[in-house]
């Protein structure tokens, strides 16, 4: 057996295999203990604002342009799963007032280190054609399958941590990104700020305007007015909508992957046809509304879960009188202390969603 045919070979029948029972069991992790891992976030993010306060107050640190949550893929050999955070002012790497500290991600990277131990065993029957170089190789490529852990682990707390008394405190730049990936490659918003009000004409014309070629995503349209607005087959994954006022707005057919509508109002508004996986309605006003013919698909291919692993969020929305018949792949929702009066959701899901008693009674199950 040659080199590439060996290698072909332990790949399929060896690393593969293994990769996909380590990511299984990581799965499950995220989901049986979201909470303390937020928490955990929560308390490494609250210490990187005091740290960036300190330097504020000392004259060493300007506005806060970009906060950046990085994984370095070489220290991952060597078994050290820290990602890199650092506060840069609106000059982003052309900064160098050094503010980092680090955020301790062994929790999703741990099964790297029994995998190399696993992976260097079975290499051997390969009589020398696998060599550790080759080993390391496959661990390295397979770091973004364990990101996707930790992004979207801090795109359900950046909620929270952004209401911190800590954060508030900093001094920002007109706009703020906080953000994750590759240390100094690519990487992508999980939070922006603007310090200077958008003007909701403004928006609600670039939001009409967008197509598949210039979609509309990634952007802050926190605590904007923008009732009846009418979209159809629009890609605003990713936006952030919090705070708005959306009453009887129709969002048909459109791509709302990973979006946020935390407080918002959306009142007898639609999303009927849509794509919602990984959409955050906590803590909103959905009274009326229809989510009939809506999908929260998740993306299962060759390793990646994302989007698909924040699950659709509802907690301590209201949802009275709200449409979910014909919803496709709900499976993953979440309705913790939200108001379900009278809201007409199909049988299947009874024995999905956890749900206690009153919302039970509450909901018309429909066939």
């Avoid at 741990?110 to 550790?132: D, F, P």
């Avoid at 920002?172 to 009000?197: H, P």
Wanted: net charge negative; hydrophobic share 35%.
């Amino acid at each position: 057996m040659d080199k590439q045919a060996a290698l072909h070979h332990f790949k399929e029948h060896h690393f593969t295999p293994l990769l996909k029972l380590q990511l299984d069991t990581l799965e499950n992790k995220f989901q049986r203990c979201q909470d303390q891992l937020i928490s955990d976030f929560n308390n490494s993010f609250r210490n990187l604002c005091m740290h960036i306060l300190s330097m504020q107050q000392q004259g060493q640190k300007h506005p806060i342009g970009y906060i950046h949550y990085s994984f370095l893929r070489t220290q991952m050999l060597e078994q050290s799963y820290l990602y890199m955070v650092e506060a840069y002012s609106a000059e982003w790497y052309e900064d160098d007032s050094d503010c980092k500290l680090t955020y301790d991600a062994s929790w999703a990277y741990a099964a790297m280190s029994t995998m190399l131990e696993t992976l260097e065993q079975e290499r051997k029957i390969y009589m020398g054609t696998i060599t550790s170089v080759d080993v390391e190789r496959l661990l390295l490529e397979s770091v973004p399958f364990f990101h996707q852990f930790v992004n979207s682990l801090l795109r359900l707390g950046m909620a929270e941590v952004v209401q911190m008394p800590e954060y508030l405190a900093i001094h920002k730049a007109d706009r703020l990104a906080i953000r994750t990936g590759e240390y100094r490659d690519i990487s992508e918003n999980l939070y922006v700020e603007d310090q200077v009000a958008l003007l909701a004409d403004d928006v609600r014309e670039q939001l009409m305007q967008s197509n598949e070629e210039e979609p509309f995503v990634y952007e802050n349209l926190k605590r904007l007015s923008l009732p009846h607005l009418h979209l159809m087959q629009k890609d605003l994954r990713y936006n952030d909508f919090s705070h708005s006022d959306l009453r009887e707005s129709q969002f048909h057919t459109c791509i709302l992957i990973g979006s946020i509508w935390q407080r918002a109002n959306l009142e007898g508004s639609s999303f009927q046809g849509c794509l919602l996986t990984d959409t955050d309605f906590r803590y909103s006003y959905l009274k009326g509304v229809n989510f009939s013919g809506a999908s929260g698909q998740a993306y299962r291919e060759h390793g990646l879960r994302v989007p698909g692993l924040c699950g659709l969020r509802f907690e301590h929305a209201n949802l009275d009188e709200a449409d979910f018949t014909n919803v496709h792949s709900f499976e993953h929702a979440h309705f913790e202390g939200a108001s379900m009066q009278g809201t007409l959701v199909p049988r299947k899901y009874q024995q999905h969603w956890k749900l206690n008693e009153t919302q039970r009674q509450s909901i018309v199950w429909t066939e």
